[in-house]
């Protein structure tokens, strides 16, 4: 049984930080690539970050470009996400997930992802 397993959500001001973990089990975590969405109240989930299985490889959406980063420790099973300058409209819940098919490079497609965390709320305040 795949579990993730999100936490480092909360409340934050305008141009703050967070640091947002996902904990995986019960796969070989580092035979696959992961990534972060997000879904915002009233909207569809959309694509903030992806890294390759090994982690070589990242790709961010436009929003975030140049304010998160992605990155992973193969050691601990764990992906991470560091949000920066944090803005109003990066408010929504995120959730971390892994590719269904291993030794990808990390895409952007959600339905490309099989396993799914319950989300961490982040909310930032204006």
């Known amino acids: 049984q795949v579990q993730l397993v999100e936490s480092g959500g909360g409340l934050v001001q305008a141009g703050g930080s967070l640091r947002l973990s996902c904990a995986a089990s019960g796969r070989t975590f580092s035979s696959y690539a992961m990534a972060w969405f997000r879904q915002a109240l009233g909207k569809e989930r959309e694509f903030v970050a992806a890294i390759s299985w090994k982690g070589f490889r990242t790709s961010y959406a436009d929003s975030v470009k140049d304010r998160f980063t992605i990155s992973r420790d193969n050691t601990k099973n764990t992906v991470y996400l560091q949000m920066n300058s944090l803005k109003p409209e990066d408010t929504a819940v995120y959730y971390c997930?892994?590719?269904?098919?291993?030794?990808?490079?990390?895409?952007?497609?959600?339905?490309?992802?099989?396993?799914w965390g319950q989300g961490t709320q982040v909310t930032v305040s204006s």
């Open positions: 997930a892994t590719e269904s098919v291993g030794y990808g490079l990390g895409s952007s497609r959600e339905y490309e992802y099989t396993y």
